[in-house]
């Protein structure tokens, strides 16, 4: 049993490090949702914690596999407002460092031709 412990904890540690895909679109990292720069956009991968956390964030529409953004943090560390599904969403800083997501940057600048 603590062979697979180990190998787990080897899987987590090799998802964290940086990695190229979709031919060189997108540069994913996984991070908290509290990392995520403003404005950026990260699919959810993870939540942490228990019952409780996972039923009030699904009621939120936030699940795993959805594109998340931070739209703006209110003052003196305040709730973070959370862009999902066109809809906005305040979650306090504990719930935000329990979301996991792979920051998706796109890596080339979009040209507008028209």
């Known amino acids: 049993m603590r062979k697979n412990s180990c190998i787990a904890k080897e899987k987590r540690l090799n998802a964290t490090k940086s990695c190229v895909a979709n031919e060189n679109r997108y540069h994913l990292a996984i991070m908290m949702l509290s990392q995520l720069p403003f ?50 969403v305040a979650l306090g800083r504990g719930v935000v460092a329990q979301v996991h997501v792979d920051h998706l940057a796109v890596t080339g600048k979009a040209t507008n031709h028209g």
Do not use: C, K, W
């Open 39 to 88: 404005g950026e956009f990260g699919r959810v991968t993870h939540i942490e914690g228990g019952h409780g956390i996972l039923r009030n964030l699904n009621q939120l529409g936030i699940h795993v596999g959805d594109v998340v953004s931070l739209a703006s943090r209110g003052a003196f560390r305040g709730p973070y407002l959370v862009l999902v599904h066109g809809m906005q």
